[in-house]
C-alpha cells in the first residue's frame, strides 16, 4: 500500500479529501471514435490514444491509494462493432498488455479481468492470463479490466452457477441470498463500486456492473476518454466527495 502520509499529502494537492477517497473506482471509457472522427481520423486512432490514458489514470489511482479500479474496456455488445474494429481493438489489447507490464510492476499493480473472457481471442487470452499470474503478488492496487463484459452476462452466470449447486442438492434454493450471488460473480471479493465515472458526457450504465454499482455515485465528464487527465480524474473525484451518500438510511 501507499503509505497514508503520502496519500493524505497528494490528495490535498489535488484538491481532495484524504479520509473520504473511494476505494472502488470503475471508469466507462468512452468517446475514442468521437476524438478520431473529429480530427478526421480513423477511430482506430481514437483507441490508440486512449489505450495511453489508461497508464496515466492507473497510476494516478495509485498514488491515491484507491484499492480497486475497474475499467470498462470492452463489452459483451461492443463484439457487435464492424469486424475489423473488433480485431483491431483486440490487437491493441494485446500490445497493451505487453507494454504495461512494466509500468504494473514497478507500481506495484495486480491485474485481473472481469467478463467472458472465453470469447477473446487465444493470443489475448494468453497473454492476459501471463499478466495476471506476474502480477498476481502484487498489493499496492488492482486494476480490474473489464473485457467482453457484460453485467447481464454475469448476472446469468452466477445462476447458472447456483441453479447447478440446487440441482447437484449441495444448495437449498430457500438459502440463497445476496451474498450467494456475490459470491458467484466473477470478482467475488470485490467491494462495491463506490463511484462509476463515465467519459464523453454519456449518462447511462451500458450494461456495466448492474450488481456492484447499485449504490454508487455517477460522475459524468465531458471530455472524451482520449483527452481525458488526471486533473479530469481528480476534478472527477471532487464531485463524488460532493456527493452524500445515504444509502437508503436517514
Ligand atoms: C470507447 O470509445 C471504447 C470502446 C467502447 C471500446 P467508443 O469506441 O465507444 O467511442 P465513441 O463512443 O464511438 O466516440
Ligand atoms: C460502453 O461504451 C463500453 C465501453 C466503454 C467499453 P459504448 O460506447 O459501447 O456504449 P453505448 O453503446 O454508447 O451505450
Ligand atoms: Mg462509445
Known amino acids: 500500500m501507499v503509505g497514508a ?43 490508440e490514444q486512449g489505450a495511453m490514458v489508461v497508464r496515466a489514470i492507473t497510476t494516478a489511482s495509485v498514488k491515491l491509494g484507491i484499492a480497486r479500479l475497474t475499467l470498462y474496456a ?9 469486424q475489423l474494429e473488433v480485431d483491431f481493438l483486440m490487437g491493441l489489447l494485446e500490445r497493451f498488455l505487453e507494454g504495461e507490464l512494466a509500468t504494473l ?36 492496487m488492482t486494476l480490474c479490466l473489464a473485457l467482453s463484459y457484460g453485467g447481464r452476462d454475469e448476472l446469468v452466470d452466477a445462476c447458472r452457477a447456483i441453479a447447478a449447486l440446487v440441482a447437484a442438492g449441495r444448495l437449498d434454493a430457500g438459502q440463497i441470498t445476496a451474498s450467494t450471488l456475490q459470491a458467484h460473480l466473477y470478482a467475488p471479493a470485490a467491494s462495491d463500486v463506490d463511484v462509476v465515472i463515465r467519459t464523453a ?16 455515485e455517477y460522475v459524468s465528464v465531458a471530455p472524451l476518454w482520449p483527452d481525458f487527465s488526471v486533473s479530469d480524474y481528480h476534478a472527477a473525484l471532487a464531485e463524488y466527495q460532493r456527493r452524500e451518500r445515504r444509502f437508503g438510511g436517514l
Open 201 to 216: 458526457g454519456e449518462m447511462r450504465l451500458s450494461n456495466f456492473l448492474i450488481w456492484q454499482a447499485t449504490y454508487a
Open 105 to 140: 510492476m514497478e507500481n506495484g499493480v495486480r491485474l485481473e479481468a472481469i467478463g467472458s473472457l472465453e470469447r477473446l481471442p487465444a493470443a489475448v487470452r494468453s497473454t492476459l492470463e501471463r499478466i495476471i499470474r506476474t502480477t498476481s503478488a502484487n498489493s499496492a
Open 74 to 82: 470492452f463489452s459483451s455488445e461492443n463484439w457487435s462493432r464492424p
Open 5 to 47: 502520509a503520502e496519500v493524505a499529502a497528494r490528495a490535498s494537492a489535488a484538491g481532495l479529501d484524504a479520509a473520504r477517497l473511494p476505494r472502488h473506482v470503475a471508469i466507462i471509457m468512452d468517446g475514442n471514435g468521437r476524438w478520431a472522427t473529429a480530427r478526421k481520423q480513423d477511430r482506430t486512432r481514437g483507441h
